[in-house]
């Protein structure tokens, strides 16, 4: 199983971007998929996450601004980031829990996409 994650860019304070996270391979089911993001000489922190019942959680810092979304048919994970401010800036991973099969999942994280908003 592998995760691509693709969108990210540079756009100027206030702007928008979509991040996509598609997940390819060997795919029973995903019952988790989330957006971090690692800002210089910070910790990586949990971004928005979205299971497979469909709950919905954000970090206080964007909520009202970004929609974490998900297409089931094409295993891809969303995240719609808008009003942007300069401190989003950061280094975003897709990261899930996948089964291979009904017994068991793991955890995947996809390759980093950076995001630099400008003020």
């Known amino acids: 199983v592998q995760l691509q994650a693709s969108g990210g860019g540079l756009v100027r304070n206030g702007g928008s971007l979509r991040l996509s996270c598609a997940a390819s391979g060997n795919i029973f089911s995903v019952d988790r998929a989330a957006w971090y993001r690692q800002a210089p000489e910070k910790q990586r922190e949990l971004v928005a996450e979205?299971?497979?019942?469909?709950?919905?959680n954000y970090a206080d810092s964007v909520k009202g601004r970004f929609t974490i979304s998900r297409d089931i048919p094409k295993n891809t994970v969303y995240l719609q980031m808008d009003n942007l401010k300069p401190e989003d800036t950061a280094v975003y991973y897709c990261n899930a829990e996948i089964r291979r099969d009904y017994y068991s999942s793991r955890e995947y994280w996809g390759q980093g996409t950076l995001v630099t908003v400008s003020s």
């Open positions: 979205i299971t497979k019942g469909g709950y919905l």
